[in-house]
């Protein structure tokens, strides 16, 4: 193949680099209004008055918006197909704010200076009412976080409003209480994974005009195009038509922008004043007016044998979605059914649970999407009991695990439309990737050095893995869609609605396409993320471009291939079976004649036949094509402080054929960095009355180059039948296994198990302190006696 | 206020709001490569040269510029194209937002230490954050531009 399976630089990647205008911000008229939102400083309260008039008066101030002024329209932020899965339960604004950071006000202004001095001169008088903040006493909490009447879901998820439920999942196989009595051994424990923030580093913003037609166009940094455009049109009560979105480059994502935030605020700007306006978040305005990574707890149940077969699987969870419900249920379910349908051979397995309205900042997409939550209880679970029997945690993964060729009935209960068929995974390398990542990370010789390393040191070296996967776009649900036009001079245009966040799907789909083409990279021109021009694509969430939109390029691309043999046919005067093309060359096997496809697209346009080939191609996933992952962790905690230092990891992933490997070791290599900050760094804290203690970069650490080892990432030679040339996807499962992995380590160094995330020196420490203070009442009440 | 700095060479004469901070007056001039990620000083998005030395824009009251050389990667592009040649081959310029930046402190670190290790390069680029990289490939890309650096370096002290 000359492109799939080769790394060429992403096509941006030289602009971007040398700081080219080309992000939101960059591109905005400069005369905008600027735009910022009033936020509250209550977890919940009711606006009793706003007094607006002083700040109204300011020169320079064009208007202020409070919940008076704005539809009363419920929708989802979510960025989901339709019929969404989120309920709808929120306003552009309203009389109840309910959490700090909720949206209070709209300010639009000449400057950013006079918008800040308006936002100062808004007086609010609040009611403030008694929040709920944690989640286990949400449920029938004397609070309702939302009361109004207006609230709806599209689809039966068991949202209870009243009693702060806003949905319930539930998935069960099995008689699980005959597993469990059939077990040699239960093992029992509770897990918790803390809200973490995308902290992608160009916040949310967007700015949006009235174009020659008197359209609303909107230009954001989003990863769902298509959804904000039909989420938009609701909240301002305006018709499709008359919204365009588009997406420049984006810096970052990680699920952050799957959820539109930001541009309500200048489209109504602009819908209301007729002029440009634009909004660009703080970073405090993401910490406070976004959302992070929904906090679960579960409570696994893990019935085993003597040997390590494992027979049976509960996994009770709660999860957090604070104020809004978007994703709420979609998170939660995938952190059961990613999870479950790991572990093929169980008797028995149940999943069930419920997500919770209470007054924290919402829950939203974070790369893993709930799966990664799922992920630390069950893989920490499986640590654990090995640990109590003694078992090698790798072979009891061996026998356990999902393997090439096999499946579960889970599969078919979890997969829209998935009927009753077995749906095998025939492309599944998990045993193949826990075998090779065990070799590199030379898991038995580590052991053996540790246990001399350890021998009277303060600093003690400790290993554990973990494994995982995740989907590849959602069968049944996701659609993309790609065009493919010929022009003169023989380039093609690829317009796709998929939309490139940063990771360099532009370049590995214009691969695709020069690789059925048979064309150099450079004459496919890749634009993407324009409703008005691009076709539909469902958005850059659930691991979905490679997969999903890399089929529909390739359907688009060999209808291409059909059309210029059609119309060689008729430039020939012979019939498309005779006419092949090849080499950017058009040749008519008849007559012996050919002509470069250069020259054929000029003729074909200008002087004959006078067309322009163009063709749409289309992609649903059917079935799902999950990738997977094994992750190996070496950490050395040093015993007096609980610091925790990562000095290994490797993560072998089957991620199938990787389109450009570089691109997708980097998917690993960034994953598994974020994970790390998962499992050691990274809590969005809260204090008791709701206020975020952690709202800036200077009390959100993220990881910095020193706190991340020299990562080790190889690629299974994997192929899924049903991908772009075998490609599974990757941006994803990539984080999964990164926390079970680091805590496991922990307990092999120090005997210290960490249930609740992250790893925190404080916790560390403390845990050790506690374990310490055991023994010792341990050895004092033996003596005693 | 007004105030007077050498930008990128030539001398800008500005007027701004005593309140300014330095990041939104480059930015106004048309500096767009620096660019905003954390409004503290924490994540290195905005760093250019101040004087020679490495600073962060989004920190720094512009009205402090006054009588000050800055070098924004908009005074440095044929340097930032050979240090980007050598990010985009391993594919970890990713959403570039974090590159402008990240090349600056590269060029302080080259005019530092002319072959440094692999520790010199996390520590002088450690005040650079990137959420997609995970560093382990940007440090192979460092590392390669280093060496061919040093190598040519070499190679010419050698002829002369």
């Known amino acids: 193949m000359k492109h799939v399976l080769n790394s060429p630089p992403k096509k941006d990647g030289m602009q971007l680099v040398q700081g080219y205008p080309v992000y939101t911000d960059d591109i905005a008229p400069k005369n905008a209004l600027i735009v910022k939102v009033l936020r509250s400083p209550h977890a919940f309260a009711r606006i009793k008055t706003i007094k607006t008039d002083t700040a109204k008066k300011i020169p320079g101030v064009v208007c202020v918006l409070t919940w008076k002024d704005v539809p009363r329209v419920p929708y989802t932020r979510a960025g989901q197909c339709y019929p969404e899965l989120s309920a709808y339960d929120k306003f552009i604004l309203d009389e109840y704010v309910r959490h700090v950071g909720d949206d209070v006000a709209i300010v639009a202004a000449k400057d950013e200076a006079t918008a800040d001095k308006a936002l100062r001169l808004l007086k609010v008088d609040y009611e403030i009412l008694n929040p709920v903040l944690d989640m286990e006493n949400a449920i029938d909490h004397e609070t309702v976080v939302h009361p109004e009447p207006e609230l709806f879901t599209h689809i039966n998820v068991g949202c209870e409003p009243k009693r702060n439920i806003a949905c319930e999942v539930g998935i069960e196989l099995g008689n699980l209480d005959e597993a469990l009595a059939n077990s040699d051994y239960v093992f029992k424990a509770r897990y918790n994974t803390q809200a973490q923030a995308q902290a992608m580093l160009e916040s949310q913003r967007s700015y949006s005009y009235l174009d020659q037609n008197g359209r609303l166009t909107v230009v954001s940094s989003t990863q769902i195009p298509y959804h904000t455009r039909r989420i938009l049109a609701r909240a301002l009560e305006l018709p499709r038509h008359q919204i365009r979105v588009m997406k420049p480059r984006i810096g970052g994502g990680f699920g952050s922008k799957q959820t539109a935030h930001s541009e309500f605020y200048p489209a109504l700007v602009t819908h209301l004043t007729g002029k440009p306006a634009k909004i660009v978040y703080s970073r405090k305005d993401v910490f406070r007016g976004t959302t992070s990574r929904h906090k679960m707890r579960f409570d696994i149940t893990l019935g085993m044998d003597n040997e390590g077969m494992i027979k049976a699987i509960q996994m009770d969870g709660l999860s957090d979605t604070g104020a809004y419900g978007e994703h709420a249920q979609t998170t939660f379910g995938a952190a059961g059914k990613k999870v479950l349908t790991l572990y093929n051979k169980v008797k028995a397995c149940k999943f069930h649970g419920r997500v919770v309205y209470s007054n924290n900042v919402p829950g939203g997409a974070l790369r893993g999407f709930g799966v990664t939550q799922g992920t630390f209880a069950l893989e920490s679970a499986i640590n654990e009991a090995c640990r109590t029997l003694n078992l090698d945690p790798i072979e009891v993964r061996r026998m356990n695990m999902i393997k090439k060729g096999e499946t579960t009935p889970l599969i078919n209960m979890t997969t829209k439309g998935a009927g009753d068929e077995p749906i095998n995974m025939d492309s599944c390398l998990l045993e193949n990737c826990v075998a090779s990542g065990m070799e590199l990370f030379d898991w038995d010789a580590k052991k053996k050095k540790h246990e001399s390393l350890n021998q009277d040191s303060h600093l003690k070296y400790g290993v554990g893995m973990a494994i995982a996967q995740q989907g590849s776009g959602l069968p049944n649900i996701d659609m993309a869609s790609a065009t493919i036009r010929l022009n003169d001079d023989g380039f093609f245009t690829l317009l796709t609605g998929s939309t490139d966040i940063g990771t360099g799907s532009d370049t590995a789909m214009a691969q695709i396409a020069a690789e059925l083409l048979d064309v150099p990279l450079e004459k496919v021109i890749v634009h993407a993320s324009d409703t008005d021009t691009t076709p539909y694509d469902s958005g850059a969430y659930a691991s979905s471009t490679t997969y999903t939109t890399g089929n529909a390029v390739i359907d688009a691309a060999n209808k291409m291939v059909t059309a210029i043999r059609e119309t060689g046919a008729k430039f020939f005067n012979s019939s498309p079976e005779n006419i092949l093309y090849k080499d950017e060359t058009i040749s008519c096997e008849s007559s012996g004649e050919s002509i470069d496809l250069a020259s054929f697209s000029n003729k074909i346009m200008y002087n004959m036949i006078h067309t322009q080939l163009s063709v749409t191609g289309s992609f649903v996933p059917k079935k799902t094509a999950p990738p997977y992952m094994a992750g190996f962790a070496e950490v050395c905690v040093n015993t007096r402080t609980g610091e925790t230092k990562v000095t290994d990891f490797v993560g072998v992933v089957d991620c199938g054929t990787p389109i450009n490997p570089n691109l997708a070791r980097i998917q690993a290599e960034g994953g598994i960095s974020q994970g790390i900050g998962m499992a050691l760094i990274e809590d969005v804290q809260v204090s008791d009355n709701g206020t975020l203690q952690t709202d800036t970069f200077m009390t959100y650490k993220i990881p910095a180059r020193r706190d991340v080892p020299n990562i080790r990432v190889a690629l299974a030679k994997g192929y899924d039948e049903t991908g772009p040339f075998g490609a599974k996807s990757i941006g994803e499962v990539v984080i999964n296994t990164v926390a079970p992995a680091i805590t496991d380590a922990i307990e092999n160094a120090i005997g210290v198990r960490i249930r609740s995330l992250p790893a925190t020196p404080e916790k560390v420490l403390l845990a050790s302190l506690e374990g310490v203070r055991v023994a010792e009442e341990n050895i004092e009440t033996s003596s005693s006696c | ?160």
Request: proline share 2%.
């Open chain 2, 1 to 160: 206020m007004k105030i007077k700095f050498k930008l990128n060479g030539q001398a800008v004469e500005t007027d701004i709001r005593p309140d300014a901070f330095l990041i939104d007056v480059l930015r106004d001039l048309d500096c767009l490569g620096v660019k905003k990620g954390c409004d503290t000083g924490t994540c290195g998005a905005c760093t250019i040269h101040v004087d020679g030395k490495p600073a962060l824009a989004c920190v720094q009251l512009a009205a402090k510029a006054d009588g000050q050389e800055i070098l924004t990667i908009e005074g440095v592009r044929d340097q930032a194209k050979e240090i980007g040649r050598y990010l985009v081959a391993e594919g970890v310029e990713q959403c570039g937002y974090c590159s402008p930046g990240t090349i600056m402190s590269i060029l302080y670190l080259e005019e530092q230490i002319a072959n440094p290790s692999d520790e010199e390069i996390l520590y002088y680029l450690n005040g650079n954050l990137c959420r997609c990289s995970g560093y382990t490939g940007q440090l192979r890309a460092i590392r390669a531009y280093m060496d061919s650096k040093y190598k040519e370096v070499n190679k010419n002290e050698t002829c002369a």
